[in-house]
């Protein structure tokens, strides 16, 4: 898909329409899918709480994935939250007891079995202030629900289940088949009246290991077992047709039994595995719609829209209803615009054309373009249309498709236009390989492997790097210093994320990478045009100006560490409104200390090598031209052997890391190591730095959007889980929703390199205004917000 994806833009006299198609192709994809989809929810007439309890099949490691929804794992604080003063009440044979003590382990992990398996025995535990009540009884369950219903007492949560005591105590004949199916429809009414203000339970009989059965128990066969299911699934699944007093059927243990009876002690209670299946399905169905965890979109309730969301929606509409005026009034002609380079270089743009005579058709189209792309992203991630899975992590689900895409990369090389240290062309390839890099470990769950963790938190230091790089060059070079220039890359950067703020209903934190480069982009633009504004040409006149840039670069970097060694200071500067507005997440500022500290240094690191490449490129000590080495051959050879054994050095240190947070603090300091390395490594040879892989360079493009994008279009559960965008077949899912979420990505960088120039203007009165507007639109946002809490 990625070989897709880059060949439908590779050659440039054919980008705009072999891209067009294929964003026409995705579009009618979508258009099928939500079709597809809100069919089948429609006349499937099932919903995430009955995939949760109904099915779903084990990912390895005893990882239970149901059906089409994602279960989040219950801790014992948990638990207690959501079960408070609950009354449960399990009512059953010993297979219902093997589940109650499931869920009380949940609960409080310390509490032990007690009594005989086969004992008919009443039970009350009391686990904080939810009281379980064990009610075991092989024959007359309707004598236990009676008192049930009539006492003020009742239960809010009933789990019941029977079926192998019948069984047994008949010999397996039809005539106690037909007694069991009589009497459970004589209880029908009576659970359902029950269901009316208790959630009841009936839970489908697992399989059993007939090798393992006692002589006593061997009348009980699966094909018993399946009999009685359907004679309880026929009687109870009347109830279905009045919502209010339903009785829901757990059906997961008894599929996940399927693949783990064999490990049965006795052939009849299942193992281990498949109890705590049913007792965490048991803890999804009840406790998601209160506690809401944002792993757990089984029987998640679905948010209402709040009060931005409806305005920017209602945005997007008013935008629409106007293009659409304006096209049937015949002012349907303006230019396409001329797309710029990316800022986030540090490079120059060239300004795009507005259309003709300032018309609206060009903004409004983008508008409506945005708007689009936004329902599709509400969709996905905010809406119970598509369905979701977990991540699991395995070696073979992020090496091989990482072998492949680095095959890929290496065929699709070419000439590098210039043969520079960090060319163009270069940093775009370095951005796209590692941007493809991130999205496999996102989707693979790979930062369960340290080793994989250690690797990829060096790729998030070297985006920044590469800021560091770009802007000090930019800045050194051509001395522009100028608001027009600072609004360009801050619209870049951030235009996509205020969006989805807004439509998602997330905070600026919450997209922790834009907040980080928009943050050290102005502490570089602060850096480099206080007093006194240094620049090559002012230096070129006198050394002594060398030692002022470095003076500055050492004044930053006692101010980091000021910051980084004092973390009330931190926080006592990002915690005052409306800084704190921007940077806290869920009412905190860890996730922002935690992201900013850990990378602390990058930046530097990425001025300081744009400093020294560029000083030594004045005093043309670097031989740059095509095929030649950087330095002479011994001292060529000498930097790329020790640069070799760095970063191997670097990578067997982050492979035999035990603990994430240890490593992370050696992090900031040592991730330079591994960088630097790189550079070198890639721009010694002069045979490597002529030669860039226009692969990657595609996707460097648009690496900023693909980050972005990735949490809710092709991950889900905002990046807690993956986006199943056609069920049942993992490989075609994956291969149709990485084609959509890729054209979106590049849609998006057009749509957002376009509205950079409409919206930026150059004349400076008009720059002003607009950015008085954006101020107050952002401070009625952030008071909103403070209103209204965290989500």
Known sequence: MAVLAYSLGKREINHYFSVRNAKLLSFAAVVLLVAFHSLSRYYGG??????????????????????????????????????????????????????????????????????????????????????????????????????????????????LGAATWSIKLNGGSMEALNQYRSNLSAMANLLQKLAQGSEVYWVLQEPVYEEKLSDNRKMITNEQIVLYNEAAVSSLDGSKK???????????????????????????????SARNVGAMVLMNSVCNKVLKPIDGSCCYPLPLPNLLQLLTGCCFLGAAVCFLVLRLLGHNRHHKSKLPADVESGEERKPALAGPGGSLGAPLLAVCKMGLIMAYFYLCDRADLFMKEQKFYTHSAFFIPLIYIFVLGIFYSENCKETKVLNREQTDEWKGWMQLVILIYHISGASAFIPVYMHVRVLVAAYLFQTGYGHF???????????????????????????????????????????????????????????????????????????????????????????????????????????????????????????????????????????????????????????????????????????????????????????????????????????????????IPGYIRSLYSSFFAWFGRISLELFIC??????????????????????????????????????????????????????????????????????????????????
Request: glycine share 6%; net charge positive; hydrophobic share 45%.
């Open 473 to 683: 060059s930019f800045f050194w070079l051509k001395g522009d210093f100028g608001l027009y220039r600072v609004c360009q890359v801050l619209f870049r950067l951030n235009f996509l994320v205020v969006i989805l703020c807004l439509v998602m209903d997330r905070p600026y934190q919450f997209y922790y990478f834009v907040p980080l480069v928009t943050f050290w982009f102005a502490v570089i633009y602060g850096t480099l045009a206080m007093w006194p504004q240094i620049l090559q040409k002012k230096a070129s006149g006198s050394g002594i100006w060398h030692l002022g840039i470095l003076v500055k670069l050492l004044c930053l970097l006692l101010g980091i560490c000021c910051f980084a060694y004092s973390r009330g200071l931190f926080e006592s500067v990002f915690s005052v409104w409306p800084v704190s507005t921007l940077f806290e997440l869920q009412g905190s500022i860890h996730e922002w200390w935690f992201r900013w500290s850990l990378d602390r240094f990058a930046i530097i690191y990425g001025m300081v090598f744009a400093f020294v490449y560029l000083v030594l490129q004045k005093c043309q000590v670097l031989s740059e031209g095509k095929g030649e080495a950087l330095f002479s051959n011994k001292i060529s050879n000498c930097l790329l052997f020790v640069s070799v054994v760095a970063f191997l050095t670097y990578s067997i240190w982050a492979s035999s890391c035990k603990n994430k947070s240890e490593c992370n603090e050696l992090h900031p300091y040592i991730s330079a190591v591994q960088i630097l390395a790189f550079v070198l490594i890639r721009n």
């Open 46 to 159: 099932e919903d995430s709480c009955d995939w949760l309890q109904s099915s779903g099949r084990f990912l390895g490691d005893n990882v239970w994935q149901p059906y089409g929804c994602m279960m989040h794992k219950y801790r014992s604080s948990e638990a207690k939250t959501c079960l408070g003063k609950k009354k449960v009440a399990f009512v059953g044979d010993s297979r219902i007891r093997q589940l109650f003590y499931s869920l009380v382990k949940i609960i409080d992990p310390e509490v032990k079995e007690e009594g005989n398996k086969e004992s008919k025995i009443l039970i009350l535990l009391s686990v904080g202030m939810c009281t379980l009540s064990l009610l075991c009884w092989g024959k007359k369950i309707s004598r236990i629900l009676c008192p049930l219903q009539g006492s003020l007492a009742k239960p809010d949560v009933i789990v």
């Open 710 to 791: 990735q949490y809710h279009i092709w991950l889900a559960a905002d990046t807690k889980g993956i986006l199943v965008l056609i069920p049942g077949s993992p490989m075609l899912n994956v291969i149709i929703s990485t084609f959509i979420f890729v054209c979106v990505a590049h849609e998006i960088s057009q749509v957002t390199n376009e509205l950079a120039q409409l919206a930026i203007p150059k004349e400076s009165g008009a720059l002003l205004r607009r950015l008085l507007a954006f101020a107050a639109f952002l401070l009625a946002v952030l008071l909103l917000s403070t209103k209204r809490g965290p989500p």
């Open 242 to 272: 009045n919502s209010l007093g339903r009785v829901k059927f757990l059906g997961a243990a008894r599929q996940a039994a399927t693949e783990t009876i064999s490990e049965s002690e006795d052939g009849l209670h299942v193992p281990q």
